[in-house]
């Protein structure tokens, strides 16, 4: 069964560097989809992406996160300046169409030191 | 804005009784509900949906949930607790376009 994978798994980082984290969605999605749990919160909306554009963002997803899609196959969530509140758990998602089941990472556990 | 409340964090249950997770949601117009389950270390899978088809709604392992518009409610059930349901269970509605809203999630606990 098709799956959305994430890499790494888990991402320690210094406060203030950028980290990229990495998505592959199912093969045949076309909506994609950032979202972040910070440890005992609830999981929170970051932004959608369709046709090569952001579709909608939260406001969380402010200057300091874009998103790519660098080619077919990756979708990343690129942090420029990391803050301590950036730890958090990323998952990524994906769905074949807008209003279609989105479907799950398994998440990048990102640690600022 | 649409919105859901899970109204217990954690419930716990003995292995082969019934399961009760309560979601009451908030909306403007006639939402589409979802219930995800995270297990420890996993990433978060759909358990069902629903979108204002059958207001009864089935779903993988034995769960259903029933949409209750004169309640605002889509309370999650099944008629057997397994030791293996034991994770997060969290209510989700779409909110603007196709972003998600999660709720705060209620930890199932079942023992033997």
């Known amino acids: 069964e098709p799956e959305v994978t994430q890499t790494p798994s888990h991402q320690v980082t210094q406060m203030g560097q950028e980290v990229i984290l990495r998505c592959v969605p199912i093969s045949n999605h076309l909506y994609f989809y950032w979202y972040r749990q910070i440890l005992g919160q609830k999981v929170e909306f970051l932004v959608s992406?369709?046709?090569?554009?952001?579709?909608?963002k939260s406001e969380i997803f402010d200057d300091q996160f874009s998103v790519e899609r660098p080619d077919g196959s990756n979708f990343t969530l690129k942090i420029r300046s990391t803050k301590l509140e950036d730890s958090a758990m990323y998952f990524c998602?994906?769905?074949?169409?807008?209003?279609?089941?989105?479907?799950f990472g398994p998440g990048t556990r990102l640690t600022v030191l | 804005a649409q919105s859901v409340t899970q109204l217990d964090s954690h419930v716990s249950v003995s292995e082969g009784t019934p399961v009760l997770l309560r979601c009451n949601y908030s909306?403007?117009?006639?939402?589409?509900l979802f219930w995800y389950v995270q297990h420890p270390n996993k990433g978060l899978q759909l358990l069902l949906k629903y979108t204002s088809a059958a207001t009864l709604v089935k779903g993988i392992n034995g769960f259903e949930a029933e949409f209750k518009k004169s309640e605002t409610s889509f309370h999650l059930t099944k008629p057997s607790a397994h030791m293996s349901d034991a994770a997060e269970y969290f209510c989700v509605v779409t909110a603007s376009g196709y972003a998600l809203n999660f709720g705060k999630g209620t930890s199932l606990l079942v023992t033997p």
């Open positions: 909306s403007s117009y006639s939402p589409s």
């Open positions: 992406f369709y046709n090569n554009e952001i579709s909608e």
């Open positions: 998602a994906s769905s074949a169409g807008g209003p279609d089941t989105q479907y």
